[in-house]
């Protein structure tokens, strides 16, 4: 089994930063990808940013290219998500979520899932 503790999240101003971070605990596999997600009031869950823990390999929504950036710490099991110049419509609560395989993008490849965090960007 796979926990998934999400921490980070809080209130900030529009064109501030956040860093989000993903600890995983209990059993974690070298094929492991994980992936930010994240879901706004009214709408559906969406990705963000994924990670493959084997070799760093990222893939990002096209809202936050350049903007956000994601990475792992293999050591610590930790996968953090650096969110910089922030805006309004990225107020959300985020999900850090895992599966085995391959870096995926469909909420619903993922097995694991942690318990979300909000994110709020004032304007």
């Known amino acids: 089994q796979v926990q998934l503790v999400e921490s980070g999240g809080g209130l900030v101003q529009a064109g501030g930063s956040l860093r989000l971070s993903c600890a995983a605990s209990?059993?974690?596999?070298?094929?492991?990808?994980t992936g930010w997600f994240r879901q706004a009031p009214g709408k559906e869950r969406e990705f963000v940013a994924g990670?493959?823990?084997?070799?760093?390999?990222?893939k990002y929504a096209d809202s936050v290219k350049g903007r956000f950036t994601i990475s792992r710490d293999n050591a610590k099991n930790t996968v953090d998500l650096q969110m910089n110049s922030l805006k309004p419509e990225d107020t959300a609560i985020y999900y850090c979520?895992?599966?085995?395989?391959?870096?995926?993008?469909?909420?619903?490849?993922?097995?694991?899932w942690g318990q979300g965090t909000q994110v709020t960007v004032s304007s």
């Open positions: 990670i493959r823990w084997s070799d760093a390999i990222t």
């Open positions: 209990g059993r974690t596999f070298s094929n492991f990808c």
């Open positions: 979520a895992s599966r085995i395989g391959l870096l995926l993008r469909t909420p619903n490849d993922y097995d694991y």
